[in-house]
């Protein structure tokens, strides 16, 4: 439990509480205590509890990416002549290095995707507690590199779900791959609006200037940000937040 130096004026010094949550538990064993002065304190707590989570989770995803090592192509799109890595090897060589940082990953499918595709969802949880889910919508039309139909929606579908649990993957721990590109999974269409507006948001709260984050990113503006790094952008953003938010602490 986080340590939180509290004082009350009406102890003694020898009889201070050290925590909040020794505040919290004489509140609540003093029946003249005030219930919407305990609700106030456990409110504290748990906001509290809530920025050191993220802060341990943004600290161990930092360690996490530093271990991880560019992963090889080991598989072959035969329609687009390209390589890319199975998600089969990059979870081999990653699973070791996420799970022993305290992540843990599970996937589902969300509501509301474009026509004709897959909105793919990524749970990330930490062991202290914060979570964050990454997104990404895979086409599921059916169609070939050429544009002519090459499977069933079914198997279409199946396909999309694939991708997007390989390229999330990727994204999430921002990992490297020779001749990743097969051309079908969709990794250069644009950010959805949606995606867009949380970037702006999240700027908003980091008080980051776009110039420089959109030079960081290595594009012209927001909107230019591509799935295939929507995640960078994401753990960026989040990591200025923390700064920020740790800053203003400090004042």
């Given amino acids: 439990m986080t340590q939180v130096a509290i004082r009350d004026e009406n102890l003694p010094e020898t009889r201070q509480p050290t925590s909040l949550l020794e505040v919290i ?22 906001r509290v509890e809530a920025r050191n989570a993220e ?9 996490a990416q530093e271990e991880i090592k560019p992963v090889a192509a080991d598989a072959s799109n035969p329609q687009t ?3 890319y890595a199975s998600y089969p090897a990059l979870d081999k060589a990653i699973r070791p290095i996420y799970t022993k940082h305290g992540f843990a990953l599970s996937f589902d499918t969300g509501r509301d995707a474009p026509t004709d595709h897959v909105r793919v969802l990524c749970y990330v949880s930490h062991k202290v507690g914060h979570s964050r ?12 590199a050429k ?11 199946g396909s999309a779900m694939s991708y997007g649990q390989r390229y999330l993957l990727k994204l999430i721990f921002n990992i490297a ?24 948001e999240m700027m908003e709260q980091a008080d ?26 994401l753990e960026a953003l989040n990591l ?12």
């Fill in 25 to 46: 538990s004489r509140a609540a064993s003093d029946p003249n205590t005030d219930v919407e002065k305990l609700e106030r304190l456990m409110m504290m707590m748990e």
């Fill in 55 to 63: 802060r341990a989770f943004n600290e161990a995803m930092g360690a």
């Fill in 81 to 83: 002549k390209s390589k």
């Fill in 133 to 144: 889910t990454y997104q990404t919508d895979m086409p599921a039309d059916g169609k070939g």
């Fill in 147 to 157: 544009g002519g139909d090459v499977m069933t929606k079914t198997h279409a579908a």
């Fill in 177 to 200: 791959v020779g001749d990743d590109d097969d051309g079908n999974a969709g990794g250069n269409i644009p950010i959805t609006e949606e995606q867009l507006a949380k970037l702006s």
């Fill in 208 to 233: 980051a200037d776009p110039e420089k984050f959109c030079k960081y990113m290595k594009v012209e503006a927001l909107k230019d940000i591509t799935t295939k790094h929507y995640g960078r952008a």
């Fill in 240 to 251: 200025a937040i923390d700064k920020r938010q740790q800053k203003g602490k400090g004042k």
